[in-house]
């Protein structure tokens, strides 16, 4: 899908405008095609900017501000600028018209992605383990970015993946049956409700921690075909079975209450079981060419494309990760068709993912071209500790939840946990997808500095000036621009710039980074500028308006509610 996507498709209007100006300027001037490559520069400089006389001036062997200034002067016989000057060694400075910058501010949101089926798989939590702060992480990321190509126009089926077989559900199982004192499933009864999914993530710790003693080793073997042979018989009635199928409902009944909490809905939820059968037939057809037998078992041997080997197929026949990730790769392209496929998962998996990519394109390449991987690292709170699943000292997302809610408690009196909530998601959002997140929960709440509670009350603050106001008319056009709401005029236009660098790059830190800076602007402008009884109410109350309506835009697309009041 990308590989049809035009350099043009990703400019915003204003954009375009000025993109196909420059282009024909340089051709009619100096018979070269060239992509001009404009930027926003900070607001003394002018409304945008472009080197193109810079990246000229090599081809040409002339001076670069004397292209610059050739450009320039038929730049300015263009209604919408008024002004364009050479700066530096040869930059074009753009100013636009009061008119071309109020036009701007109506000027609606990309639809590069319109029509397009995108499946976003997102969260990936393993039935018989707890939730950790990894998984509120890519929760809240994934959400966010299905947002920001939903806003595009694109249809985005959110599924979810986990492990419901494996060597972590029979770990789990081992120690299931021990505290049980065998295949009993009527003790299970006796769990209280609250304390299934810590009671499943305890015996998980327990199982993983006995796996080194041998004897245990193969008893948790064995276990792990037993939990297969249920899935090929479809066995739900044996005392195992009972006890396996139990255990797996609660772990998906924890997972819907944790969406529900933080208000996010999947469409489906891939179980490994669903999908290793497909994989196994998909990898069984390509054995010879793709991938080849190695002492009983099935690899891929990568390093021939900078990569290394790994297992698909057990010596005692049963799929590894990656055999299931390979079937359920096929599974999404059957079941939805997609145009754009975008996985969001961890670090540590990175190269992993790159071998199962790397595989499946050699026999579908079509598949991997419309593949996007996005990865993440890992969570942690200020001078934390390395955690550990396996011996059970995870930062639960639960306990993100709560720091938040205690703080937020703590600095700002209030129990909202829609503040509370906004303050994670915001947190989370507001740093570049790919580093370690460093989670500080009474910064995070924070009323002032950049943070969610800051944005929403600003937007709570903005509508209130509104609500103050005797009478308001959203339709009213606003004709010409005073000094200091020409600056909050232009942060207002550039919103459709910033969602197409999040869009192009699936990337929410810049609809964050731009939130604060509009916030800061606004906050400048309200200070100096009286709204209300004022001749320019009017015009100014429309400002506010869209001002408003563009926090609102941005922080839906972040995930972010906003209270009635704060």
């Given at each position: 899908m990308n590989e049809r996507i035009k350099p043009n498709d990703i400019l915003t209007e204003m954009n375009k405008e000025l993109d196909q100006r420059i282009r024909e300027i340089c051709i009619k001037l100096f018979d070269e095609e060239i992509d001009p490559q404009i930027t926003r520069p900070e607001e003394q400089f002018g409304d945008y900017s472009t080197n193109v006389a810079l990246r000229l001036a090599g081809k040409l062997g002339k001076n670069p501000a004397w292209i610059a200034g050739e450009i320039s002067e038929h730049l300015k016989s263009n209604q919408d600028l008024a002004d364009a000057n050479v700066a530096g060694a040869g930059f074009i400075n753009i100013k636009l018209s009061d008119q071309a910058l109020i036009k701007a501010l109506e000027e609606p949101s990309s639809m590069l992605f319109k029509d397009k089926t995108v499946v976003m798989e997102f969260s990936d939590p393993n039935p018989f383990k707890v939730l950790h702060a990894g998984h509120l992480y890519t929760s809240i990321i994934g959400e966010s970015i299905s947002r920001i190509i939903e806003a595009s126009g694109a249809?985005?089926?959110?599924?979810?993946?986990?492990?419901?077989?494996?060597?972590?559900?029979?770990?789990?199982?081992?120690?299931?049956?021990?505290?049980?004192?065998?295949?009993?499933?009527?003790?299970?009864?006796?769990?209280?409700?609250?304390?299934?999914?810590?009671?499943?993530?305890?015996?998980?710790?327990?199982?993983?921690?006995?796996?080194?003693?041998?004897?245990?080793?193969?008893?948790?073997?064995?276990?792990?075909?037993?939990?297969?042979?249920?899935?090929?018989?479809?066995?739900?009635?044996?005392?195992?079975?009972?006890?396996?199928?139990?255990?797996?409902?609660?772990?998906?009944?924890?997972?819907?209450?944790?969406?529900?909490?933080?208000?996010?809905?999947?469409?489906?939820?891939?179980?490994?079981?669903?999908?290793?059968?497909?994989?196994?037939?998909?990898?069984?057809?390509?054995?010879?060419?793709?991938?080849?037998?190695?002492?009983?078992?099935?690899?891929?041997?990568?390093?021939?494309?900078?990569?290394?080997?790994?297992?698909?197929?057990?010596?005692?026949?049963?799929?590894?990760?990656?055999?299931?990730?390979?079937?359920?790769?096929?599974?999404?392209?059957?079941?939805?068709d997609f145009d754009l496929s975008v996985i969001v998962t961890a670090n540590e998996i990175m190269q992993y993912m790159q071998v199962v990519q790397k595989s499946i394109s050699?026999?579908?390449?079509?598949?991997?071209?419309?593949?996007?991987?996005?990865?993440?690292?890992?969570?942690?709170?200020?001078?934390?500790?390395?955690?550990?699943?396996?011996?059970?000292?995870?930062?639960?997302?639960?306990?993100?939840?709560?720091?938040?809610?205690?703080?937020?408690?703590?600095?700002?009196?209030?129990?909202?946990?829609?503040?509370?909530?906004?303050?994670?998601?915001?947190?989370?959002?507001?740093?570049?997808?790919?580093?370690?997140?460093?989670?500080?929960?009474?910064?995070?709440?924070?009323?002032?500095?950049?943070?969610?509670?800051?944005?929403?009350?600003?937007?709570?603050?903005?509508?209130?000036?509104?609500?103050?106001?005797?009478?308001?008319?959203?339709?009213?056009?606003?004709?010409?621009?005073?000094?200091?709401?020409?600056?909050?005029?232009?942060?207002?236009?550039?919103?459709?710039?910033?969602?197409?660098?999040?869009?192009?790059?699936?990337?929410?830190?810049?609809?964050?980074?731009?939130l604060f800076e509009l916030c800061q602007v606004f906050n400048r402008f309200y200070e100096s500028n009286r709204v209300l009884d004022d001749p320019r109410s009017k015009e100014r109350l429309k400002l506010v308006d869209i001002y408003c309506r563009i926090l609102e835009k941005g922080l839906d697309i972040l995930g972010v509610e906003v209270p009635e009041k704060m």
């Open positions: 249809k985005v089926h959110r599924v979810n993946y986990g492990g419901d077989v494996g060597l972590h559900v029979a770990k789990t199982m081992w120690a299931i049956l021990n505290k049980l004192g065998g295949e009993h499933p009527d003790k299970l009864n006796q769990i209280p409700a609250g304390e299934r999914s810590q009671w499943l993530a305890d015996c998980y710790v327990e199982g993983a921690s006995k796996a080194d003693d041998s004897k245990i080793a193969t008893e948790i073997t064995g276990l792990n075909k037993k939990i297969y042979q249920l899935h090929d018989k479809s066995d739900k009635s044996s005392p195992f079975a009972k006890i396996y199928w139990t255990a797996r409902d609660w772990s998906y009944d924890y997972f819907e209450d944790f969406y529900k909490q933080i208000d996010i809905k999947f469409e489906k939820y891939y179980a490994e079981s669903q999908v290793y059968k497909l994989g196994l037939e998909k990898i069984k057809g390509q054995i010879g060419s793709v991938y080849e037998e190695s002492d009983g078992a099935v690899v891929f041997r990568g390093e021939k494309d900078g990569l290394h080997t790994r297992v698909f197929i057990t010596r005692e026949g049963l799929p590894t990760y990656e055999a299931k990730e390979v079937g359920l790769a096929f599974l999404k392209k059957a079941e939805y050699l026999f579908a390449p079509e598949m991997v071209e419309n593949t996007r991987h996005i990865n993440h690292g890992v969570v942690k709170l200020p001078g934390g500790v390395k955690m550990s699943s396996r011996k059970g000292n995870i930062l639960k997302a639960a306990d993100l939840i709560d720091l938040a809610k205690e703080a937020n408690a703590q600095q700002n009196n209030s129990k909202d946990p829609i503040v509370s909530l906004g303050a994670i998601k915001y947190a989370f959002l507001k740093n570049r997808i790919g580093g370690d997140t460093i989670y500080d929960p009474d910064q995070s709440v924070s009323l002032e500095g950049n943070s969610g509670p800051y944005i929403q009350y600003a937007l709570t603050r903005g509508k209130s000036i509104i609500s103050k106001a005797d009478s308001f008319d959203s339709n009213i056009t606003i004709k010409t621009l005073e000094p200091a709401e020409r600056s909050l005029a232009r942060k207002l236009s550039e919103y459709p710039d910033v969602y197409q660098s999040s869009l192009n790059e699936f990337a929410p830190h810049y609809i964050c980074g731009y």
